[in-house]
């Protein structure tokens, strides 16, 4: 969702950019440096170094520009103007910025709509595509035969769910991604609740007079994903939230470069092996370059749970082509500025020795410079032959306990 410091800046910035670049002919260029070139995914595809690849979800743009530590790899938002993408670029030249909403809910908040209607209409707010009341899935709940009780998804009445199905919504939201996919400061576009169960089965919409179910939700959303890669420009990404989880037989991944975990080891259900495996399928079974990740959070308590940390950090370390973000939670997603751990975030393990292995419990890889393990059954410890330092207590030894749930990270003492 964005956030709207200066709600004219904005519109007009995006105003002026979407009609540079919508004009036959035209093109959008990144200041003095020229035109960017696509991206390709052989560039794309991530070394298996023990780096962490960091991602931040909905990001917070003030706190993202200003916190001068912050430098993330992938920063997900709704729009970046032209200006803060150099920003960010000149911090990091190989971030990836990518912008979007969501397919299938509108946000009950005037500035946000206002948003959706000016990027669709190639910024023109009061263009031909418009969010009207028979887009809404709405519900009978008084049974008089008429629909009077738009859905929302359960907890999140400041959100309204669409009907997926209708000509008129596809129209508009295939036009906002369209249009924030053609920006040459966005190196793709990022799709949030992508559901495998619709929010109110049962529910329809004034312009599809059948009930909603949950075959028609799932095939809709993928009608649109469809539609989407078709005319998205060659070498950019799409990514979508999927929560936690997506069901083995999903037809989305077809259409998509990753998924982001969102809730990633919290109250939603998803334990590691779930999580591990949701990760795996996602890797296998999207398009190039096949991206996952790992989105912990608070649970909006703000309380840092430092073992279900570590273990998220660790668990993107197990695979490649893997990001790690990590934040408040769904109520407060994107913040930089207090969610910033150099400790770890700077560790550089090196190039990975190969594979992770697993056995009863434990998971571990092991890298050039050093080892993580994370423990999902039982305490266990890890003994090594040279000594290592934990990068959580700083102890130097060559045994080191790990408490059930919890992962260390473990690097080799260099020789001087």
């Known amino acids: 969702m964005p956030s709207f410091n200066s709600k004219q800046q904005t519109i007009l910035s995006v105003i002026l950019v979407l009609v540079f ?16 070139a696509a991206l ?20 917070k743009k003030n706190e993202l520009l200003t916190t001068q530590d912050a430098r993330y790899d992938l920063v997900m938002s709704g729009w970046f103007e032209s200006h803060e993408a150099q920003f960010l670029k000149a911090r990091d030249e190989n971030s990836k910025l990518l912008a979007g909403l969501s397919h299938t809910w509108i946000m009950d908040d005037p500035d946000w709509l206002e948003f959706l209607i000016t990027i669709a209409n190639g910024g023109d707010v009061h263009g031909p ?66 559901d495998a169960y619709p929010f109110c089965e049962g529910a329809w919409s004034g312009g599809v007079t059948e009930a909603l179910d949950a075959t028609a939700w799932v095939a809709a959303q993928a009608e649109l ?81 430092w073992a279900r940390f570590r273990s998220g950090l660790a668990a993107s370390l197990l695979l490649d082509n893997t990001y790690f973000a990590f934040d408040y939670g769904s109520r407060d997603h994107g913040g930089v500025a207090q969610w910033w751990f150099v400790d770890y975030y700077s560790i550089d393990l090196g190039n990975a020795l190969g594979a992770y292995i697993y056995d009863n419990g434990i998971y ?49 003492i260099q020789e001087d």
Not at 291 to 299: R, S
Not at 371 to 399: C, G, L, M, W, Y
Not at 400 to 405: E, V
Request: proline share 6%; aromatic share 10%; hydrophobic share 35%.
């Open 21 to 36: 670049v919508l004009l036959p002919g035209g093109c959008s260029t990144d200041g003095s440096h020229g035109q960017r």
């Open 40 to 59: 390709t995914p052989e560039t794309d595809q991530q070394k298996s170094t023990g780096t962490p690849r960091l991602a931040v979800w909905l990001a």
């Open 129 to 194: 595509l418009q969010v009207t009341p028979d887009m809404y899935l709405m519900l009978d709940k008084d049974q008089d035969g008429s629909l009077d009780s738009p859905c929302s998804p359960p907890g999140w009445q400041n959100i309204k769910a669409v009907d997926p199905r209708h000509l008129g919504w596809q129209q508009l939201i295939l036009s906002f991604y369209t249009n924030a996919a053609v920006q040459s400061q966005h190196d793709g576009v990022v799709i949030d609740m992508l």
């Open 225 to 305: 994903l469809r539609l989407l890669q078709k005319q998205l420009p060659e070498g950019k990404w799409m990514i979508a939230n999927a929560g936690h989880d997506f069901s083995v037989d999903s037809p989305f991944p077809q259409y998509l470069n990753g998924y982001l975990l969102e809730n990633f080891l919290g109250s939603w259900g998803a334990n590691l092996e779930e999580g591990l495996a949701s990760a795996q399928r996602a890797l296998e079974s999207t398009r190039t370059p096949h991206l996952v990740i790992f989105a912990v959070d608070t649970d909006d308590n703000g309380e840092i749970n």
């Open 364 to 412: 571990r890889r092991d890298f050039k410079n050093g080892t993580i393990v994370i423990v999902s059954q039982n305490d266990a410890f890890v003994q090594f032959i040279e000594p290592h330092q934990d990068v959580f207590s700083k102890e130097i030894n060559t045994r080191f306990d790990i408490p059930q749930g919890d992962a260390g990270f473990f690097l080799k």
